[in-house]
């Protein structure tokens, strides 16, 4: 792998692991900011299966749809079929802004938690660098 993909891929890990140690602070104690934490786990999931089609020599669409990326990576490895993504999407934009928005609850906001641990497990084991 050259050098040069091998940074921008740990900048990609870099960012997620941001998402990842705000999803962490906000589900510590009691619960109360539950579309934050839904908002990160959507960054986090985001930029784990766009590290991974980069690492795959995929080029990646400007796109915050965690279903499309899930695609994208099942036709690379099929393991990535077995993930539900429930409606992590959702919380990638719509969620940021006041209106007609869902807010999840505190259950949602841990097993979405849970989903971005287990996509992290199936990248990590993908994706070496």
Request: charged residues 35%; contains cysteine.
């Amino acid at each position: 792998m050259k050098q040069e993909i091998k940074k921008y891929l740990n900048q990609w890990k870099t960012k997620a692991t941001e998402d990842l140690l705000v999803i962490e602070e906000l589900t510590k104690d009691k619960i109360i900011a539950t579309s934050a934490i839904c908002f990160h786990c959507q960054q986090f999931v985001e930029k784990y299966l766009k590290m991974f089609l980069i690492y795959n020599n995929k080029e990646i669409q400007k796109t915050h749809n965690i279903e499309y990326l899930l695609v994208e990576c099942a036709e690379i490895d099929e393991e990535f079929n077995n993930i539900d993504p429930k409606n992590l999407s959702e919380f990638g934009v719509s969620a940021r802004y006041p209106g007609d928005f869902y807010m999840p609850t505190e259950k949602e906001a841990l097993e979405y938690k849970e989903l971005i641990l287990e996509i992290k497990k199936i990248v990590e084991k993908k994706v070496k660098i």
